[in-house]
């Protein structure tokens, strides 16, 4: 009887470590750019239980085969995912980790949800007019601050409004050209410098501010709007993909998720 309770205890425990794996990867790196690192430290995991198995029944040259190759892939897994993996450390680093993970219903308040409707109905209003108008802006949404890329910027820190946004990005103002940084409910900086994506397979038609969008989501988890000059296209750059939005419902419904 103790055997069996024992071994039936140990089977929770196991069960329970993989219910708790399974939600962190559903919540936290599925549909990411860490999602390939995932999978491919599963495929390691796989390749040395399978020499171990190889070694202990006594198949020597198969076991040492397969291990020399897993030896061989972790050390290109560490050349090849450097970029997921310094981005994957630092989201375990970042205070929005434990308060996802701890609070995830940090905006039940009402007052705070009324707040996000506001903001975000000053955001997408100025989009559309510059997206009419083929004015370029590049705006991040950036939870949390390393320094890196607002100390580029002038800091601002005011409430969101579509006018200061429309002014901001207005040609003849000397912040247009860079990006403006909304986080917790205020604009924090503008005329911030982005990293620029080194993906060389882009379309042609993708100009300074979109290939800073697009690099930005790949150094961060920001989601970056880029509204183009050329063309007046809405984007939305994320885990370094872009995305169009036409419509200003599906927009807004993005921002959201973004901005809590």
């Not at 994957?88 to 009324?114: C, E, N, Q, V, Y």
């Not at 000053?122 to 083929?134: D, G, P, T």
Request: glycine share 6%; with cysteine; charged share 20%.
């Amino acid at each position: 009887m103790d055997f069996f309770i024992h071994h039936l205890i140990n089977i929770l425990q196991v069960v329970l470590i993989a219910i708790a794996c399974w939600l962190f990867y559903k919540r936290f790196i599925k549909n990411t750019n860490s999602e390939r690192l995932v999978r491919g430290i599963l495929g390691l995991v796989v390749l040395w239980l399978s020499s171990w198995l190889f070694l202990y029944l006594k198949l020597g040259i198969l076991g040492e085969f397969t291990r020399l190759i897993a030896i061989v892939l972790s050390i290109g897994t560490v050349v090849v995912f450097q970029p997921e993996l310094r981005k994957f450390f630092a989201m375990m680093g970042h205070m929005r980790f434990l308060r996802i993970l701890f609070s995830p219903s940090a905006t039940s308040d009402a007052a705070t949800k009324a707040k996000i409707q506001h903001d975000l109905d000053e955001i997408v209003s100025s989009v559309a007019y510059m997206s009419k108008r083929h004015t370029g802006a590049l705006i991040v949404f950036r939870n949390e601050f390393d320094g890196t890329i607002e100390n580029l910027g002038t800091k601002i820190n005011a409430e969101i409004s579509s006018e200061l946004i429309l002014t901001i990005f207005f040609d003849k103002t000397p912040l247009h050209d860079g990006a403006m940084i909304i986080g917790g409910g205020h604009i924090l900086y503008a005329g911030a410098v982005l990293p620029l994506t080194q993906k060389s397979d882009l379309n042609w038609r993708y100009g300074t501010r979109h290939r800073a969008a697009i690099g930005m989501s790949e150094a961060s988890d920001s989601v970056v709007l880029v509204v183009s000059e050329e063309t007046g296209t809405i984007s939305i750059a994320e885990n370094g993909k872009l995305t169009k939005y036409d419509d200003m419902k599906k927009l807004k419904a993005r921002l959201e998720k973004a901005i809590n």
